[in-house]
């Protein structure tokens, strides 16, 4: 039995109070965060958090971000904060940044994926916070099957998890798009594993130089360190092909790629920053901030329109840009056209 909490109007104490409960209870919630939908459950409850993975689909060793509502709940998952985690904390939550930081003995391995680090970071939506704040820290994966692309509102989360499990809170669409940048701050340079809603010159402009892991831009690396990296993702039914290179020639290679792909007897979906003719179009916006907001809405809406083919385009990868080519690109299982 799945509940369905309605607060598009906005936060809602009472209602919030219900979800607390359920969460309290060992039970699983989906909430809205400023990123994307997060499956929640109490971090600290292995039994809840082994529901998570079984609810997803998700292999064991795929750590989970722990979600807190105050800079004091730090201490109860992380052993120790070095200096550079303190300041990137200071300055970017709430929001989109998760720390990886030496984990404490109390935070159960299932959720760290058996890692002795933990993923930690506060999310800036009131509805996140007020949830944390009413119940305890929650271990929060995105809320979609485990490879499909990232949920931006309760629709995709009712899609993949309705009759599985017990809350759904819908507080609309979620204003980032992409999930946030993970820093791993127990290394020295700190390490980019993620890139996400906080784009990596911002960081570096706090702490100074940040390593970018090779996972992070290709798929030949060591995975040990950015777990999560390695296994299929973002990937909606049909398949994808991203086109990158300059603006213009990207637009005329989409063209050429539609009327092979249709020669060949497919439809053909195209999500891209320009109109473009093809069996179904999906506009991403100008903006590389309005691209990462409609990313995972485009695929999961092309395929819903029922296309074999999505061509999409690349965008460049500065700012935002990185966390977009990122999921992009595994979304595509690394299909990549250079126009
Ligand atoms: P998701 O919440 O579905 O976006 O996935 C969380 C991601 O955070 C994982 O796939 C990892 O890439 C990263 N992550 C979480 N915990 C750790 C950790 N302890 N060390 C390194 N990366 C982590
Ligand atoms: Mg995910």
Redesign the pocket.
């Known amino acids: 039995m799945t509940i369905v909490i309605n607060m598009r109007e906005g936060l809602d104490e009472r209602k919030i109070k219900v979800a607390a409960r359920l969460i309290l209870e060992g039970k699983l919630v989906a909430f809205p965060t400023e990123t994307v939908y997060?499956l929640g459950a109490d971090a600290l409850n292995e039994n809840a958090v082994r529901r998570i993975f079984e609810a997803k689909g998700?292999p064991a060793d795929?750590?989970?971000?722990i979600h807190i509502a105050s800079i004091s709940d730090l201490e109860k998952v992380a052993r120790e904060v070095p200096e550079k985690a303190k300041l990137l904390a200071e300055k970017f939550w709430p929001g989109p940044l998760?720390l990886?930081l030496p984990?404490r003995r109390e935070v159960p391995l299932v959720t760290?994926?058996g890692?002795d680090?933990?993923?930690v970071r506060m999310p800036s939506h009131p509805i996140a916070l007020a949830l944390i704040k009413a119940s305890t820290p929650l271990a929060?994966?995105?809320a979609n099957i485990s490879g499909k692309p990232?949920p931006t509102s309760a629709e995709h989360v009712i899609d993949d998890f309705y009759g599985k499990i017990e809350g759904i809170i819908d507080g609309g669409e979620t204003w980032i798009g992409v999930?946030?940048t993970?820093i791993?701050v127990t290394e020295e340079p700190p390490v980019l594993?993620?890139p996400g809603g906080i784009p990596v010159e911002e960081i570096e402009r706090v702490i100074g130089p940040v390593r970018i892991h090779p996972a992070v831009k290709g798929k030949n690396a060591d995975l040990a360190?950015?777990?999560?990296?390695k296994y299929k993702h973002y990937a909606p039914n049909a398949s994808v092909v991203v086109v990158e290179g300059e603006p213009e020639k990207r637009k005329k290679k989409i063209r050429e790629l539609v009327e092979e792909y249709r020669e060949r007897g497919y439809r053909v979906g195209v999500m891209a920053t320009v109109e473009v003719e093809a069996d179904e179009f999906y506009p991403l916006g100008k903006t590389p901030e309005e691209v990462a907001r409609n990313l995972f809405k485009a695929l999961r809406e092309l395929d819903r329109r029922g296309v074999d083919v999505i061509i999409a385009e690349g965008v460049e990868e500065r700012g935002i840009g990185l966390a977009v080519m990122n999921r992009l690109r595994k979304a595509a299982g690394y299909r990549v056209i250079r126009a």
């Open positions: 997060g998700r795929n750590p989970l971000i998760t990886v984990k760290t994926g890692l680090t933990v993923a929060a994966p995105s990232s999930e946030s993970v791993d594993l993620r360190k950015a777990p999560g990296m």
